[in-house]
């Protein structure tokens, strides 16, 4: 069974920038595609940035030139840079790896201050 694990989200001023991390434990296949999505109150999930193994990747319009996802096959770890933060970046964040199975973390909080 995988599981993954989210971590580095905290409160930071508009304009800072954080690291966040998904650690799989379990096995999951440099051919899974992985993946940060968000939430925040009042809204639907929406993704954030994904990474294909290969090392293709996609961005929401929304992050283009401020986030940037990376992974680690070794370590089984995928991270998101954030930098540029504004408050509408607040909200949970979450991991998820798919392709066949799909998995998802239990979500990192990042609060954005103004």
């Known amino acids: 069974q995988v599981q993954l694990v989210e971590s580095g989200g905290g409160w930071v001023q508009a304009g800072g920038s954080l690291t966040l991390s998904c650690a799989a434990s379990?096995?999951?296949?440099?051919?899974?595609?992985m993946g940060w999505y968000r939430q925040a109150p009042g809204k639907q999930r929406e993704l954030v940035a994904a990474?294909?193994?290969?090392?293709?990747?996609n961005y929401a319009d929304f992050v283009k030139g401020r986030f940037t996802i990376s992974r680690d096959n070794a370590k089984n770890t995928v991270y998101l840079h954030l930098a540029g933060l504004k408050p509408e970046d607040t909200a949970v964040y979450y991991c998820?790896?798919?392709?066949?199975?799909?998995?998802w973390g239990r979500g990192t909080q990042v609060t954005v201050s103004s």
């Open positions: 990474m294909w193994s290969g090392g293709y990747t």
């Open positions: 379990g096995t999951i296949s440099r051919r899974n595609a």
């Open positions: 998820r790896a798919w392709g066949p199975d799909e998995y």
